[in-house]
Nanobody
Framework: QVQLAESGGGVVQAGGSVRLACQASGRAFMTYTMAWFRQSPGNEREFVAVILFNDELTAYVDSVKGRFTISRDNAKNTVSLQMNALKPEDTAVYYC??????????????????WGQGTQVTVSS
């Protein structure tokens, strides 16, 4: 069992940067595929980025490609999301998600078993 805790959200101006972090507790972090999802008011939760358990793949939703970077530090049990060139439409609650040994279906919310509480990111225009 893994527990997740996000940090790093806040208010930032359009064009600015924010770095989110997700601290995982539990064992065998390196065996978990880690992802970030987000949810804005009135919308469903959507996939943002993923990094597979074997580090062989990272992937992003088209709207953040070239602006966001996902990375992991297995020694520290953390996954990060560096968000640059932020836009008002990036405003959302960002959630960290985990699933052990996941290698397919990683863009779907239902594929993940473990979720953090979420952290709010607000981008002002």
């Amino acid at each position: 069992q893994v527990q997740l805790a996000e940090s790093g959200g806040g208010v930032v101006q359009a064009g600015g940067s924010v770095r989110l972090a997700c601290q995982a507790s539990g064992r065998a972090f390196m065996t978990y595929t880690m992802a970030w999802f987000r949810q804005s008011p009135g919308n469903e939760r959507e996939f943002v980025a993923v990094i597979l358990f074997n580090d062989e793949l990272t992937a992003y939703v088209d709207s953040v490609k070239g602006r966001f970077t996902i990375s992991r530090d297995n020694a520290k049990n953390t996954v990060s999301l560096q968000m640059n060139a932020l836009k008002p439409e990036d405003t959302a609650v960002y959630y960290c998600a985990a699933r052990r040994d996941l290698h397919t279906g990683w863009s779907r919310e239902e594929s993940f078993r473990h979720w953090g509480q979420g952290t709010q990111v607000t981008v002002s225009s």
